[in-house]
């Protein structure tokens, strides 16, 4: 039906994405502060070892070396400079030392790199070689080294650092039972545990405000679910090829849940030649339901920050959320 051909091509047509961030000279100045961590990094490994991980970070992570490294340039703005914000918001408290600042970026820098490493090493993108184990080991390293003086001084700083710790592995342990997608967005939360150590950690320097500290972890956490589900978005058709059980699949009913979870034995097997975009189309509303949460994630972080002055990072939650909220429905 010629009805159906442009539903499927305006599906083909509309990407899903957030928008560009524009960011300020400070922000600018913790992005290449927070590739320089990850330059010390690189040096801190065996000399042996520096060309393979080179080729490691250009292959994998797409990193630019040339004219400048900028390995941060693969992380939406918000996610590192959530500790600019923290740092210049007057309103918060006392200001934070040269050497807390420097400790947060190094355990930060860290934690970004590990999660996407931990992912890829479990889903099996990546496999478990010498120099994987290495950087993996190297950064776990670095990271707890760094979030030992910055954890000193805070009241019960060492829970804070062993809780969140103990959240992280607790979420990628034995898989628990999802059956919704709030149940989904709640598990990747608590994945998101060592990125909140740091920003925690540097909130309670300087508020002794249960409210702010709690807060803040809700915007970042909204942030992160928000890029989770966009990332979800951007990998429908391989999701679904692959079986992977995405935010997509948590909004589907049970029929549909089946059809996806059957595509990958279809496709193992060469039993039936899928069509997966021509399939999804169908289930438009799902998708739209999933852009609609995006939005409504990044407002909450939005809404959350503004309540501390925290306008400029407010205002990059804006940034992000623009495309997404300009674009028409599906359905």
């Known amino acids: 039906m010629a009805g159906d051909h442009t539903i499927k091509k305006r ?16 922000v600018e100045a913790l992005r290449r502060e927070l590739n320089q961590e990850m330059i010390r990094f690189l040096r801190s490994l065996p000399p042996a070892t520096h060309t393979d991980a080179i080729i490691f970070f ?6 630019a070396f040339v004219p400048e490294f900028d390995y941060f ?5 918000p996610a590192w400079s959530i500790l600019y914000w923290i740092g ?12 807390d600042y420097h400790h947060a970026k190094t355990a930060h820098a860290m934690a970004l790199f590990l999660h996407p490493l931990d992912d890829h090493l479990n889903d099996g993108q990546l496999s478990a070689t010498h ?31 062993s809780d969140f710790l103990n959240e992280y592995y607790a979420s990628i342990g034995t898989h628990p039972h999802i059956d919704s997608l709030d149940g989904y967005c709640t598990h990747f939360r608590k994945q998101m545990a060592t990125g ?7 909130v309670l320097k300087r508020s002794a405000a249960d409210r702010v500290t709690e807060d803040l972890q809700r915007a970042y956490g909204a942030f992160g679910v ?21 935010a997509v ?28 975009v021509g399939e999804i189309w169908e289930i438009n509303s799902v998708l739209d339901t999933i852009r609609a949460r995006i939005i409504q994630e990044l407002e909450l972080a939005a809404n959350l920050v503004t309540q501390f002055g925290m306008n400029g990072l407010a205002a990059e939650f804006a940034a992000l959320v623009r495309p997404l909220a300009d674009r028409p429905a599906l359905t």
């Not at 184990?133 to 804070?160: C, F, H, Y």
């Not at 909140?196 to 540097?202: D, H, S, Y």
């Open 11 to 26: 599906f083909l047509d509309q990407t899903f994405r957030f928008g560009d961030v524009p960011l300020d000279d400070g």
């Open 249 to 276: 699949y948590y909004g589907l009913d049970g029929h549909q849940r089946r059809e996806w979870d059957l595509a990958r034995v279809k496709v193992h097997e060469r039993r039936a030649a899928l069509s997966p």
């Open 73 to 77: 340039r693969n992380y939406y703005a």
């Open 226 to 246: 928000a890029w989770r589900l966009l990332d979800d978005l951007q990998d429908i058709t391989s999701d679904r090829m692959s079986g992977s059980r995405s």
């Open 196 to 202: 909140m150590i740091a920003p925690t950690l540097l």
């Open 131 to 161: 120099l994987t184990l290495l950087l993996r080991s190297q950064a776990w390293m670095l990271m707890n080294i760094a979030l030992k003086p910055l954890a000193d001084g805070v009241e019960g700083g060492k829970t804070v650092v």
């Open 58 to 63: 250009m292959q994998h992570f797409k990193t």
């Open 88 to 99: 210049r918001e007057s309103s918060l408290g006392p200001t934070i030392t040269r050497e």
